[in-house]
């Protein structure tokens, strides 16, 4: 079976800085990844290298069995296969929430408003914020927020959906709402990769936890493994840390 | 309440005055200020309203002196239509009608979008024909007999929404990754920031048909069209970059990764937000090109100015300019007043929308 998501030696330059050395990084289907490791080590450029939010300079990168080349037709493809969450949510302000899901899936599938709209209902639902449909990103806490931007995402029917720290600009008290979200979405089988630092997020969903440092994937391992008795002594620095702060 | 209304000093209400006008250097100065103003507007007042003519029986009883009103009611149709014939105003009548309608149409947020601005082509063209005439019986109107209020209103509406798509391009293309797109935009914008309207009006009426090859007769209100839309994309294409620029990369990023073509994002996505951030600058174009339009008359195009100093310099009426021109001026103002007066609405609006 193909892989959902598959990375053969990814090189990935910002000018002169070497961002991300010869990575190999495959997600079957269905299973959940999270990507942890240190600030400024890759992972963000992984994630959007993987729908070409940035160009990689070498390497191969293959999303549900499409190949991005040159072709923008593919690129389109991978994009629509490929939902995104982003750390600072990205909403659209000017659009209420509504139109936030129900918008993109017009202009870019082309769907009638209809229906684009009941599916929008459909997945505000979803994430528990339908009664709060009508009004504008701006209105909205954090945490709200966050559930429709995955909402959103969720709505253009990805195969894969990629997050980037989606709580790390959350008040405390409204991670555990887009966590649960998130766990709901896994639950249902959704292939996820994830870059957060919620190492009880990891350990309860994850499948796989990949180290990166310095552009690096330094180890993968279960979770289990990884908390417990993480082989590289890089890695265990790193959860050290994390324990301690 | 009787409580709330007594100052707590237990002050009289003339001395309170007295403190009001006079409580501190700055306010003293005002309000001599204000006392000097309104004395010396009181012969205008004397002129505008108490010695004024609303009506008179032949011009000859405007000589006694005040504002002679009655020469506007006598000469409207001709500042209002210029040299239009006066069997078909109506027509030009019905365009400012059409336009208005459009107008108020269009005032809500919520009912813009492709279908107006198609809603709004076909409406333009229509009043277009019918000023021109041609057709359906109506007798045919050469642009050159063409004047006005329409014309004022036509031009300015006709050459900003003109400009608005150049002005688009425009900024895009100075904010562009690609140096030639990036380099024409900065010449082309920078160019004609540094003429003058003046002399882009008379390249486009007098020069251009010198070096056009004689059988070419574009017209010279379309010429003027013309001028005052690459002026006017200009300044709009500056406007909008501000836009840009304070537009998170977030919102772009979000977009792609939501698979929506480069054009849907530009008119779905990013113009409405730029536009958002800019409506004081962007009103601010807008009334300048409003009155800019006035400096048509210099290359011979009848816009209401022109209308009105042709129907001041009537021998029949004694000096009347004065007149005419407040009268013209208080129209421009209520247009001016009016966009305004929206722009602070919708400003509001995008406001309200941003706060919990
Ligand atoms: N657009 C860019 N231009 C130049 N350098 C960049 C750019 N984006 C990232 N970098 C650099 O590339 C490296 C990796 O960045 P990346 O954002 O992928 O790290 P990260 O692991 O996501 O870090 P964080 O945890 O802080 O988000 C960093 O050193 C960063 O400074
Ligand atoms: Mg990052």
Same mark, same amino acid.
């Given at each position: 079976?193909?892989?959902?998501i598959e990375v053969?030696?990814l090189?990935k330059?910002?000018?002169?800085?070497?961002?991300?050395?010869?990575?190999?990084?495959?997600?079957?289907?269905?299973?959940?990844?999270?990507?942890? *490791?240190?600030?400024?080590?890759?992972?963000?450029?992984?994630i959007r290298c993987i729908n070409q939010l940035e160009k990689h300079d070498s390497g191969d990168i293959e999303v549900s069995g499409i190949q991005l080349d040159d072709n923008v037709r593919n690129l389109d493809a991978v994009r629509r296969e490929a939902g995104m969450?982003?750390?600072?949510?990205?909403?659209?302000?000017?659009?209420?929430?509504?139109?936030?899901?129900?918008?993109p899936q017009i202009l870019s599938r082309k769907t009638? =408003?209809?229906?684009?709209?009941?599916?929008?209902?459909?997945?505000?639902? =979803?994430?528990?914020?339908?009664?709060?449909?009508?009004?504008?990103?701006?209105?909205?806490?954090?945490?709200?927020?966050?559930?429709?931007?995955?909402?959103?995402?969720?709505?253009m029917r990805p195969k894969v959906?990629l997050?980037?720290?989606?709580?790390?600009?959350?008040?405390?008290?409204?991670?555990?709402?887009?966590?649960?979200?998130?766990?709901?979405?896994?639950?249902?089988?959704?292939?996820?990769?994830?870059?957060?630092?919620?190492?009880?997020?990891?350990?309860?969903?994850?499948?796989?936890?990949?180290?990166?440092?310095?552009?690096?994937?330094?180890?993968?391992?279960?979770?289990?493994?990884?908390?417990?008795?993480?082989?590289?002594?890089?890695?265990? =620095?790193?959860?050290?840390?994390?324990?301690?702060? | 309440?009787?409580?709330?209304?007594?100052?707590?000093?237990?002050?009289?209400?003339?001395?309170?005055?007295?403190?009001?006008?006079?409580?501190?250097?700055?306010?003293?100065?005002?309000?001599?200020?204000?006392?000097?103003?309104?004395?010396?507007?009181?012969?205008?007042?004397?002129?505008?309203?108490?010695?004024?003519?609303?009506?008179?029986?032949?011009?000859?009883?405007?000589?006694?002196?005040?504002?002679?009103?009655?020469?506007?009611?006598?000469?409207?149709?001709?500042?209002?239509?210029?040299?239009?014939?006066?069997?078909?105003?109506?027509?030009?009548?019905?365009?400012?009608?059409?336009?208005?309608?459009?107008?108020?149409?269009?005032?809500?947020?919520?009912?813009?979008?492709?279908?107006?601005?198609?809603?709004?082509?076909?409406?333009?063209?229509?009043?277009?024909?019918?000023?021109?005439?041609?057709?359906?019986?109506?007798?045919?109107?050469?642009?050159?007999?063409?004047?006005?209020?329409?014309?004022?209103?036509?031009?300015?509406?006709?050459?900003?929404?003109?400009?608005?798509?150049?002005?688009?391009?425009?900024?895009l293309g100075?904010?562009s990754k690609l140096?030639v797109a990036?380099?024409?935009?900065?010449?082309?914008?920078?160019?004609?920031? *540094?003429?003058?309207?003046?002399?882009?009006?008379?390249?486009?009426?007098?020069?251009?048909?010198?070096?056009?090859?004689?059988?070419?007769?574009?017209?010279?209100?379309?010429?003027?069209?013309?001028?005052?839309?690459?002026?006017?994309?200009?300044?709009?294409?500056?406007?909008?970059? *501000?836009?840009?620029?304070?537009?998170?990369s977030?919102q772009i990023e979000a977009s792609q990764a939501l698979g929506i073509p480069y054009w849907r994002m530009v008119w779905h996505i990013i113009?409405?937000?730029?536009?958002?951030?800019?409506?004081?600058?962007?009103?601010?174009?807008?009334?300048?090109?409003?009155?800019?339009?006035?400096?048509?008359?210099?290359?011979?195009?009848?816009?209401?100015?022109?209308?009105?100093?042709?129907?001041?310099?009537?021998?029949?009426?004694?000096?009347?300019?004065?007149?005419?021109?407040?009268?013209?001026?208080?129209?421009?103002?209520?247009?001016?007043?009016?966009?305004?007066?929206?722009?602070?609405?919708?400003?509001? *609006?995008?406001?309200?929308?941003?706060?919990?």
């Open positions: 079976m193909n892989n959902a053969r030696g090189n330059f910002y000018g002169q800085y070497h961002a991300l050395k010869n990575i190999d990084f495959s997600v079957a289907e269905k299973e959940r990844v999270v990507i942890c *490791g240190p600030s400024g080590s890759g992972k963000s450029s992984l969450v982003f750390q600072h949510f990205n909403l659209f302000p000017h659009l209420s929430v509504l139109e936030n899901c129900a918008l009638p =408003r209809r229906q684009a709209e009941a599916r929008a209902g459909e997945f505000l639902d =979803r994430v528990h914020i339908l009664d709060q449909a009508a009004k504008f990103p701006g209105q909205l806490s954090g945490g709200q927020q966050q559930r429709v931007a995955i909402a959103r995402a969720l709505c959906m997050f980037d720290e989606p709580t790390s600009a959350l008040d405390p008290e409204m991670i555990r709402e887009v966590l649960d979200v998130m766990v709901t979405l896994a639950e249902e089988g959704m292939t996820m990769v994830v870059v957060t630092h919620e190492m009880g997020f990891a350990r309860q969903v994850a499948d796989r936890v990949v180290y990166m440092e310095a552009g690096m994937v330094v180890e993968t391992a279960s979770p289990e493994q990884f908390f417990t008795a993480a082989r590289n002594e890089r890695s265990q =620095r790193f959860l050290s840390k994390l324990v301690t702060t | 309440m009787a409580n709330a209304a007594t100052p707590p000093s237990g002050e009289k209400p003339v001395a309170r005055l007295v403190k009001l006008l006079f409580g501190d250097p700055l306010a003293a100065a005002l309000t001599l200020l204000s006392a000097v103003l309104i004395l010396a507007l009181l012969p205008l007042v004397q002129w505008a309203f108490v010695d004024a003519h609303w009506t008179v029986a032949a011009p000859e009883d405007c000589r006694a002196g005040g504002a002679c009103w009655a020469f506007i009611g006598a000469k409207l149709r001709l500042i209002l239509f210029g040299l239009y014939p006066p069997q078909s105003q109506w027509r030009a009548l019905t365009v400012i009608a059409l336009l208005l309608t459009l107008v108020l149409l269009s005032l809500s947020p919520r009912v813009w979008g492709a279908r107006l601005l198609g809603i709004w082509t076909l409406g333009l063209v229509v009043m277009l024909l019918l000023m021109r005439g041609g057709l359906f019986g109506l007798n045919y109107v050469p642009t050159s007999k063409w004047g006005g209020l329409p014309v004022t209103l036509l031009l300015a509406v006709i050459s900003l929404g003109l400009a608005f798509p150049f002005a688009v391009l425009l900024a100075r904010r140096p990036r380099g024409v935009s900065v010449f082309l914008i920078e160019v004609v920031r *540094g003429l003058p309207l003046v002399g882009l009006l008379f390249v486009a009426a007098i020069l251009l048909p010198l070096f056009l090859p004689p059988d070419w007769t574009i017209d010279k209100l379309g010429r003027t069209v013309a001028a005052l839309t690459i002026f006017a994309a200009a300044y709009l294409a500056e406007v909008i970059r *501000g836009g840009l620029q304070g537009l998170p977030g113009l409405p937000q730029a536009v958002q951030k800019v409506i004081p600058p962007l009103t601010n174009t807008a009334i300048v090109m409003v009155k800019n339009t006035s400096l048509v008359l210099i290359v011979g195009v009848f816009d209401m100015l022109s209308a009105a100093r042709s129907a001041a310099t009537d021998p029949m009426w004694p000096a009347p300019s004065k007149e005419a021109y407040l009268f013209v001026a208080l129209i421009y103002f209520v247009i001016c007043f009016a966009i305004a007066r929206y722009s602070r609405h919708l400003e509001m *609006g995008v406001k309200a929308r941003n706060r919990t």
